[in-house]
């Protein structure tokens, strides 16, 4: 790692840097490698692996990803409760932490530092990977300027990463099984139909978004109805709309409920719809829990992976936004009256 000096920021505070990550990540990491990358002196795409066995074989995938984003630096935090105490795994954190400045310098992204911590919480204990003899305290994640900046932003933090995972996992199989069933046995979409039948679905599931905003639970026949909607293009990408109009936070929930309940292979359209509108107004967290909840259903999912890969490289929300130009576009060319659009404030974390 090299020793090039860098401007004053918080950056160069680990605690306050280690104590930021809940509200990057969305969750609070355990057992994690998080590289978090910076150009011109700002924050950029943060990226994290588990810390098991197969660690080694995350670095070539996160300096890749640390190069896509454009980073200049990166800096890497290693959480493991039970190794930050150990004097063996201190080597091994060392050697890991070469690697990865190796990995990296390849790709011209300097590891400007790399840290070892117990817990991302108060009082949490870190120290320097590489043996460079600096050490300290975890400032309180809870009183983090970028907290603040996520629950003002209405984002939730989770105390783990798998009750994240859980906003998007089936909620009863037993009943998503019985779905399957109800849908098979309708008519398949036919993708020539009129437009006027794409106009009807799209505006009924305007309908099934304020009722879920009402607090109404959707029957299983809106459902089957919603599932069967999101095979025709011109109602799915109508709907990517939503995600900046002034009803986008009935649509998101919409969105969520569909990918509790449906199965698959219908909830892999809701799950990109979320994502989206996660995405666009600022949650990487949930956005990029959906898109991998996707890509496991689907691995060839289009708008998916362009979704993920952007997420992936720091692409900002606001750019994320435009694509929803082709829903108004298309909504246009249906005859379907859209909510107008949001007018976006302070990018969320």
Known sequence: MSSTHHPDTPLDRPGALIAALPAVLGFVPE?????????????GAVLRADLDGEVGGSLHRLAELAAASRAEIAIAVIVDGEGASCRMCADEYRELARDLAVGLAQRDVELFAAHVVDKVAAGGRWYCADGCGNSGVVEDPAASPIAAAAV???????????ELVAVVAVADPERSAALAEAI??????????????????IEHTLACAGQIG??????????????LALTDPRVRDTLYALAVGDHAGPAESLWADLARRLPEPWRVEALVLLAFSAYARGDGPLAGISLDAALRCAPSHRMAGMLDTALQSGMRPEQIRELAQTGYRLARQLGVRLPPRQLFGRRAG
């Open 31 to 43: 057992k994690s490698l998080v590289l978090v990358t910076a150009a011109h002196g700002e924050m």
């Open 152 to 162: 003002l932003d209405g984002r939730r933090l989770y105390r783990r990463r798998s």
């Open 184 to 201: 098979e046995e309708l008519d398949p979409i036919d993708l020539d139909r009129p437009d006027g039948q794409a106009r009807s679905d």
């Open 214 to 227: 009402d607090g109404r639970p959707l029957t299983d026949d809106q459902l089957a109805r919603l599932a």
